[in-house]
């Protein structure tokens, strides 16, 4: 059963959390889109998104889901949820999954006092990047097989390997790591969660160029890297179980959904501005059509997001339901920008950098379509394939055997 309606209590929430953005986002949007251009590295920290997340950690609203004890926000799920709808509703930018979920929520789940006193703080303070040593050329879907070392030297560890399709790297001060520290245990045993400084010697980042013609992942190498035992995340040997433990956060892709909706309102928009385009879409019904199907589809995502939230909120965890919001969402994403540069013709080639050449006029919305467009192919891989996302729905939401 999903609740539309707020509670009482909610809906006051969802008023604070509006005003809040009307108050402190609205002024400084224009400057953030400025220094934030589509095709840009959106791992990077400008000027303005400092300010912004200054104003988001004087709030205490960096980190909704950690506990308040160690200076999250302490928000319940519902909280979450409503705290992520309205920040995408108002396109607001959000500090990196990877360093307040991922790095940080790690942390407050497995780090000792120590590494809590060091790490919490800068995170909440928006002003440090985390990136995440997970995946590597021959480990990705199946991340147990990595085969980065890490070797005890007295109060140190020392680390060789490589990791690859790193997010943010070439930004990032620090680094949540999976290294094999026990080459002769079973795979999903030897291995241990280290932090790791992304400045320490022996440490490189080699920028990947996507087809995008932007670098947000990157090839890490480590060559005789020291670690200290301190930085040890969790128990030696046993980093592959607490790499699978994670906070209770809000998982609905609610904010997926709602951009796909905004999205689309954009392109319609932008249509009918568009003498040539306006007649193409009155004389072109199928195209018109196209555009009410993917409409309609984007609010049947947000529907599937109220159901993972409804789920988590009576204390259900939503296994299948979250990845078929994921799949979802990753794959209308992808029809959404195919719909929008078909729209576009042959200004839908067009590229960001045309916006930053004196001829902006000749870019619709700054090249953001073309951007996505490509950008989108990557959606169906990242944070779990659509064939591993089939295999969840499969197995925990039909039960149906396991294809591998």
Request: charged share 20%.
């Amino acid at each position: 059963m999903v609740d539309f309606h707020d509670t009482p209590t909610e809906a006051a929430f969802r008023s604070q959390v509006r005003g809040f953005l009307h108050d402190a986002y609205d002024p400084l949007r224009s400057r953030i889109n400025t220094e934030r251009p589509a095709g840009s590295d959106q791992h990077a920290l400008t000027p303005t998104t400092r300010v912004w997340f200054r104003k988001l950690s004087e709030r205490g609203w960096i980190a909704p889901s950690w506990p308040a004890e160690y200076g999250g926000a302490g928000m319940s799920i519902m909280e979450q949820f409503i705290f992520n709808e309205e920040m995408a509703e108002a396109r607001a930018v959000r500090p990196g999954i990877i360093t307040v979920q991922i790095a940080g929520g790690t942390i407050v789940a497995l780090g000792t006092d120590e590494q809590k006193q060091e790490h919490l703080p800068p995170i909440l303070s928006g002003e440090v990047i985390w990136c995440q040593g997970y995946s590597e050329p021959g480990a990705g879907s199946d991340l147990a097989g990595l085969q980065t070392r890490a070797v005890r030297d007295g109060d140190d560890w020392i680390i060789n390997g490589q990791k690859i399709w790193t997010s943010g790297a070439r930004h990032a001060d620090w680094m949540i790591l999976l290294a094999r520290s026990d080459p002769d245990a079973p795979k999903h045993k030897g291995i241990t969660y280290f932090i790791v400084d992304m400045h320490a010697p022996g440490v490189s980042v080699r920028p990947l160029v996507q087809m995008t013609n932007s670098a947000e992942f990157n090839e890490v190498y480590f060559e005789d890297v020291r670690v200290p035992h301190a930085n040890v995340l969790g128990e030696v040997n046993r980093g592959w179980y607490g790499a699978v433990q994670t906070l209770d956060i809000e998982r609905s892709s609610i904010g997926a959904a709602v951009g796909q909706r905004q999205a689309l309102e954009d392109l319609v928009a932008f249509a009918k501005q568009k003498a040539g385009t306006a007649s193409l879409l009155q004389h072109n019904p199928l195209l018109r059509y196209e555009l009410a199907d993917l409409y309609i589809a984007a609010l049947a995502g947000r529907l599937l997001a109220y159901r993972v939230v409804s789920l988590q909120s009576r204390g259900h965890p939503p296994n299948a339901e979250a990845s078929i919001a994921k799949l979802y969402t990753n794959e209308l994403n992808q029809r959404l920008y195919r719909t929008a540069v078909k729209l576009l013709g042959l200004y839908g080639q067009l590229t960001p950098q045309m916006q930053a050449s004196g001829n902006p006029e000749l870019a619709p919305k700054g090249g953001r379509y073309e951007y996505w467009y490509l950008r989108s192919v990557a959606n169906t891989i990242e944070g779990g394939t659509s064939e591993v996302q089939r295999n969840i729905i499969a197995a925990r939401g039909l039960g149906l055997p396991k294809s591998y």
